[in-house]
């Protein structure tokens, strides 16, 4: 897997306060995400913290993919929010018998690279929704959605073939063969 690591020593030696501008541009193939996902880019901005360091930014990136329900291809915008912080593994808050303990906080492993590599592919995880839905702007969605919600017990038939079916209950009814739609 890819890594996101950024250099940070000057960082690290600067008065808390200190701002680490740090733009990304990664490629999702590499960190083990969605493929239909676009490149993710933006701007995660470094806080010298007092013993920490805090990581906040802003991500943008496209999500292509058929909808769920009709495989038209959707094209979803999706915005990333980035908020981690960052301690020395030896701090309280990573020790579960701890009260500090916090399950949200990553390690800063040493004091010339940050990684910011689980941040960002959680905080992805988090926004990227799997299941894309046009949500009605295809003609098919309302039979495709009807048979989708048809419950357990009756067949069981995939959505996504449900304008097969039609087309095949056309054709014994007329005896012919259905009309082809906008072949080109
Ligand atoms: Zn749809």
Redesign the pocket.
Known sequence: MQELLVSMSRLYRSPSGTVLPVPVDIDPAGFELEEELGRVVGEIRLVRGDGDVLAIGALSTVHAAP?R??L?PLEVPLEIAIEGRFLTPDKPEFNHESDLYDPDIFPLIDRAEIDLTELTRQSIITVANPDL??GG??D??ESVLASYNSGPGEDEVDPRLASLQEMKAQLLQSGEPAPQKEDE
């Open positions: 909808c329900l009709c038209d839905d046009c702007a295809c098919r969605y």
